[in-house]
């Protein structure tokens, strides 16, 4: 669940709630892709990410990530996520208050061109 418009590459208008355990609601307003930067400078794509622009942090589904091929690790106080080719996406330690907060970066598609104007080059 991402609060910022600006990570989405590809974001669909859509309507809906999200519970959480408290039974408080709060209004989804679009799902899409984000893509973000690993610690390794690779990019990892997420898709099927909500949209709620109501949200004071985003939020990391780990259900979700399971449901897409992740590997979930748990030990030591300590979280290990891992994709589906084994490459390690995020280690955290948890906190005092019981939470593993990752800092996420945003990965920036780019697109770059030159034109060549010296035959030399060619």
């Known amino acids: 669940m991402c609060r910022d418009k600006n990570m989405f ?5 859509m309507e809906s709630q999200i519970y959480f355990g408290d039974s408080s609601k709060i209004m989804v307003k679009g799902k899409g892709k984000i893509l973000i930067l690993l610690k390794d400078g690779t990019h990892q794509f997420i898709s099927e990410v909500y949209y709620i622009p ?3 942090s985003n939020i990391l589904s780990l259900g979700q990530l399971l449901e897409k091929g992740f590997d ?32 996420i970066k945003n990965g920036v598609m780019k697109c770059l061109k030159t034109c060549v104007k010296d035959q030399l080059w060619l």
């Open 72 to 103: 979930i690790h748990m030990k030591d106080k300590k979280l290990t996520i891992k994709n589906n080719s084994n490459e390690l996406i995020a280690q955290v330690e948890m906190t005092r208050n019981r939470m593993f907060i990752l800092n």
């Open 9 to 13: 590459l590809k974001l669909e208008a």
């Open 54 to 56: 109501y949200m004071k």
